[in-house]
Nanobody
Framework: QVQLVESGGGLVQAGGSLRLSCAVS????????VGWYRQAPGKQRELVAY???????NYATSVKGRSTISRDNAKNTVSLQMNSLKPEDTAVYYC???????????WGQGTQVTVSS
């Protein structure tokens, strides 16, 4: 059974930092694409960042330069370090593992990030 469990969300003031973590079980993160998405109220879910099995990373323009995605193969976890947070970063953040060969996505339950101005 595949499980993705996010942690690290919370309330932070603008300009602050948060580190989100995703503990993955049942599937190996190092051989799949893993990433973070977010969904703000009334908006569609959008990509924040991802890292491929080869270690290539990609970031949404809105977070580029402020966020870093990383993967710990030994712990089978994925993290997202977010700095210089803005109120528009407020959203529920979801961890994602994509099985590229079959175009299938696994999702976590989400963690709330709220940035106050």
């Amino acid at each position: 059974q595949v499980q993705l469990v996010e942690s690290g969300g919370g309330l932070v003031q603008a300009g602050g930092s948060l580190r989100l973590s995703c503990a993955v079980s049942g599937i190996i993160v190092s051989i799949n694409a893993v990433g973070w998405y977010r969904q703000a109220p009334g908006k569609q879910r959008e990509l924040v960042a991802y890292i491929t099995s080869g270690g290539n990373t990609n970031y949404a323009t809105s977070v580029k330069g402020r966020s870093t995605i990383s993967r710990d193969n030994a712990k089978n976890t994925v993290s997202l370090q977010m700095n210089s947070l803005k109120p528009e970063d407020t959203a529920v953040y979801y961890c994602n593992v994509r099985i590229v060969t079959i175009a299938y996505d696994y999702w976590g339950q989400g963690t709330q990030v709220t940035v106050s101005s």
